[in-house]
């Protein structure tokens, strides 16, 4: 073979190993950095009353008070950055069935919801919420265990389960339903200024 063709093929070579080498660098920087910029400092779940709004109207209330206590996921993180265009908040839930005449297959159920916050500013204290409705919580169970991921331009750069176990239970069988969002609750309309803007995920389709 001719050295001109064979030094070109070789040269060829090392540079498309050294672009896939500088790629994986950089997505690796990228990763550390954004690791080092959200730091997830709490996640807990509460049981919350629904709050309650007082308003004149001249209808006739349901003679019937439905259930009214929330399950609340809730995870406090901070960000070191002045601003990030995005951060998804992906949360699992495990509820165990209060009937104890329940099969195992119905012994628990998996609930799962994402919310995605925009232009979310600096501080050492903000907070991402979902919720379990209260029909939900009544009907198929407590608590059992939940997880929470954060992910920044499609990398996951925090988890944390509670319980801690080895055990991958959020991946484990479907969810039988769907968490809320915050803006899907009467929470709502309290303390809004303390959370960053949830993004519209239907005005990408």
Same mark, same amino acid.
């Given at each position: 073979m001719n050295w001109n063709v064979t030094r070109s093929i070789y040269v060829l070579g090392i540079s498309v190993l050294m672009s896939g080498v500088i790629c994986s660098a950089q997505t690796k =920087? @990228? !990763? =550390?950095? $954004? =690791?080092q910029t959200v730091e997830l400092k709490t996640f807990k779940p509460s049981v919350v009353k629904a709050p309650r709004f007082s308003v004149s109207v001249s209808a006739d209330r349901p003679s @019937? !008070?439905?259930a009214s206590e929330f399950l609340e996921l %809730?995870?406090? +993180? $901070?960000? %070191?950055?002045?601003w990030l265009d995005e951060l998804t908040f992906t949360y699992y839930l495990m509820l165990e069935s209060r009937d104890a005449k329940a099969t195992a297959g119905q012994q628990y159920s998996l609930w799962k919801g994402s919310v995605t916050y925009e232009d979310i500013e600096k501080g /050492? %204290?903000?907070a991402s919420t979902m919720f379990l409705s209260p029909a939900k919580l009544k009907r198929y169970g407590k608590y059992k265990a939940i997880r929470v991921e954060i992910t920044y331009q499609g990398q996951e750069i925090e988890a944390k389960t509670l319980p801690e176990t080895p055990n991958p239970w959020w991946s484990a069988q479907e969810p039988k339903g769907r968490l809320l969002k915050r803006s899907e609750t009467p929470f709502a309309l309290i303390d $809004? @200024? +303390?959370y960053p803007d949830i993004k519209d995920e /239907? $005005?990408?389709r």
């Open positions: =920087k @990228t !990763e =550390k950095s $954004s =690791k @019937t !008070e439905l %809730r995870a406090e +993180y $901070s960000n %070191r950055a002045e /050492s %204290r903000l $809004s @200024t +303390y /239907s $005005s990408a």
